[in-house]
């Protein structure tokens, strides 16, 4: 692969390979790599907002709830109404525990896997400096908004 001069082509084909990486592990789950995510920040945080879950997931309402559709429809969570009742609240269901409970192996294997490939310091580092990163970017949306 050449290298690129432009930062957001060598991101985009990184997190492509690495996406690939995992949703092939999570295949036999009927998972994505997206939708475990989601389970597994609805299993760590509790119920959360539409609006929480995109903030968590980075990404727009919109995108968020029709990633949420096969979720819902496979009966893994549920929306209900929240206290504003504009607001829309996400729960795990106990079928959505069950399923990420499931996955969460293949998971690890793809997360084993990537850290032999980069090394287990270099894949910490990886994601330290991600987090850097994305502290670093978050602000300069807020300036172009």
């Known amino acids: 692969m ?3 001069l432009c930062n957001h082509l060598a ?3 990184t997190m492509r390979l690495v996406g690939q990486l995992y949703d092939a592990e999570l295949a036999p789950s009927g998972l994505k790599t997206t939708q475990f ?8 945080e509790g119920p959360l907002t539409v609006h929480a879950l995109a903030q968590h997931m ?13 979720l819902e429809r496979e009966g893994w969570l549920e929306m ?12 795990l269901t106990a079928a959505g525990r069950a399923k990420r409970k499931e996955a969460h192996p293949l998971w690890g ?3 084993r896997r990537f850290e032999e490939a980069v090394g287990g310091g270099q894949a910490e580092a990886l994601r330290e400096e991600l987090a850097r990163i ?3 970017v978050a602000p300069l949306l807020r300036e172009t908004a």
């Open 109 to 111: 294997r793809a997360q």
């Open 80 to 91: 209900a109404t929240g206290k504003d009742r504009r607001q829309r609240v996400i729960s």
């Open 2 to 4: 050449s290298r690129t």
């Open 58 to 70: 980075l990404v727009d309402r919109t995108t968020l709830t029709r990633n949420l559709q096969p």
């Open 134 to 136: 994305n502290e670093a």
């Open 11 to 13: 991101l985009r084909q």
């Open 37 to 44: 995510s989601m389970l597994t920040i609805l299993a760590r």
